[in-house]
């Protein structure tokens, strides 16, 4: 299995509400992240986590919160979120070595009105 | 931040004919990479180059490394309409391969 899975696919949030995306794989890898990609634009690291610890954190506002419940699990929790918000949230994970390749997921698409 | 910058920013070609996207970044790396998004969607892996590494192949991309210019190349031959999509160098500084920083990125359109 050399999926990354990701729900929900779409997401419409108003500035008051929390809401988390989530992302999964069953890779065995132990390096997993998140990215944040506006139209047209390359994606930016937001977060990177190793062996389930936060190793990265890329000056994000503390708005959004990362989790890593266990090794194959990762979420983003949302809490008053700006419309400068609204995005392509892409997951990815990868083994935690030297030299390695990322598996994405499909992202989900976040809108804030 | 970014750190590579790809050459061009939109490139439109025939079926059949070769794409070549360049790639070019400002410090040291452990390894380039190329990927490859179709609109909206997350990115596929295409191809893996170490910094000791000057070429590589898989299929039909050519990949390229001049670590003395800081850039890359990816030649993708024999295009087809289905290899229409956006194509992202990034590189890795290390940190144990833990800091990823992509391209701007080539939107390439293969025209049958």
């Known amino acids: 299995d050399t999926e990354v899975t990701q729900t929900p696919k779409h997401l419409v949030m108003g500035m008051t509400n929390k809401k988390s995306l989530k992302c999964e794989q069953h890779?065995?890898?132990?390096?997993m992240y998140w990215y944040k990609q506006k139209a047209k634009k390359p994606p930016e690291l937001m977060f990177v986590?190793?062996?389930?610890?936060?190793?990265i954190n890329e000056s994000v506002p503390s708005r959004f919160s990362p989790e890593c419940p266990n090794s194959s699990l990762l979420n983003l929790h949302l809490h008053a979120l700006q419309p400068e918000d609204s995005a392509l949230y892409l997951c990815?994970?990868?083994?935690?070595?030297?030299?390695?390749?990322?598996?994405f997921g499909p992202g989900t698409r976040l809108t804030v009105t | 931040s970014q750190q590579g910058e790809e050459d061009p920013q939109a490139l439109s070609i025939q079926e059949g004919e070769n794409a070549t996207m360049n790639c070019s970044y400002k410090?040291?790396?452990?390894?380039l990479q190329w990927y490859r998004q179709n609109s909206g969607r997350g990115l596929v892996h295409l191809i893996l180059?170490?910094?000791?590494?000057r070429e590589k192949h898989s299929g039909r991309l050519r990949v390229t490394l001049d670590t003395s210019k800081k850039s890359s190349s990816l030649l993708i031959t024999a295009s087809r309409a289905a290899d229409t999509a956006s194509y992202f160098c990034?590189?890795?500084?290390?940190?144990?391969?833990?800091?990823?920083?992509f391209g701007p990125g080539t939107r390439l359109s293969v025209l049958p």
């Open positions: 990815a994970s990868s083994s935690p070595g030297q030299i390695y390749e990322q598996y």
């Open positions: 890779m065995g890898h132990r390096a």
């Open positions: 986590y190793s062996y389930e610890k936060l190793s």
């Open positions: 410090t040291s790396i452990n390894n």
């Open positions: 180059i170490r910094s000791n590494e």
């Open positions: 990034a590189t890795d500084a290390g940190n144990y391969g833990q800091n990823f920083v």
